[in-house]
């Protein structure tokens, strides 16, 4: 195996990280790296909202009283306040919907979370809303008159940033969840407003806890046809 084939493959999903905070010298490196990644016609229709620190802990608490909200508004069965610029909690297509159903139901069996453990599933789902604890936390807008093309351009400029931090020893989390909220970004951020909140990422030194252990499947590319 090449260096490069065990670097993408030794990087995962980090559910739980360390509270140690990463330094201003290793982020600027990685995002460096990643602004190397490929563009469409070279336009990169996207930015990134980067918060460490206080601007952090003002974020996440925002994005806390969104979860308890929502929770609140499930709890007696009324549709939660969610402002998103895309609804992500739409039904996924039946073809890929498998796929989602199947990762989440190996993580809740890897944690050993049943189903009918409300109070386990509601601290877990919560984690995510800290961020699982990574000390940076980030928010990725596309440009909403460019899509398809600006979101193409923003998941490679994702993947050759989470492939630089693993090279630099940090790990990394998606946070598509994070995208369900619009409010919270607006409040700690100025964003453009043709600029929609696409997903979420957190980066960080990993724990040795038991849910990093857990990987979802990587299953071969689906080729419509080979000649």
């Not at 297509?93 to 049943?114: F, K, N, S």
Request: proline share 5%.
């Amino acid at each position: 195996m090449n260096d490069f084939s065990a670097l993408v493959q030794a990087r995962h999903t980090v559910r739980d990280f360390r509270d140690v905070p990463l330094a201003k010298e290793t982020v600027d490196q990685i995002f460096n790296d990643a602004r190397f990644a490929p563009s469409w016609s070279n336009t990169r229709g996207y930015r990134v909202a980067l918060a460490t620190g206080q601007t952090r802990e003002k974020l996440l608490a925002a994005y806390m009283r969104e979860f308890d909200a929502m929770s609140a508004a499930q709890a007696i069965k009324t549709v939660p306040d969610c402002d998103g610029d895309y609804d992500i909690f739409a039904r996924y297509p039946d073809e890929l919907r498998t796929r989602q159903v199947e990762v989440g139901v190996g993580l809740y069996q890897h944690l050993g979370i049943a189903r009918e453990d409300r109070a386990g599933r509601y601290a877990q789902m919560r984690r995510n809303f800290e961020a699982f604890g990574a000390p940076v936390v980030g928010l990725v807008f596309i440009h909403h008159d460019f899509l398809p093309y600006s979101a193409l351009d923003a998941g490679l400029m994702l993947q050759t940033l989470f492939l630089s931090a693993k090279a630099h020893g940090v790990d990394s989390c998606p946070l598509g969840v994070l995208a369900g909220w619009r409010r919270p970004a607006d409040e700690v951020f100025d964003v453009p407003a043709e600029y929609a909140l696409v997903t979420g990422f957190a980066l960080g030194y990993g724990t040795d806890a038991p849910i990093n252990d857990f990987h979802a499947a990587h299953p071969p590319i689906a080729l419509i046809e080979t000649r």
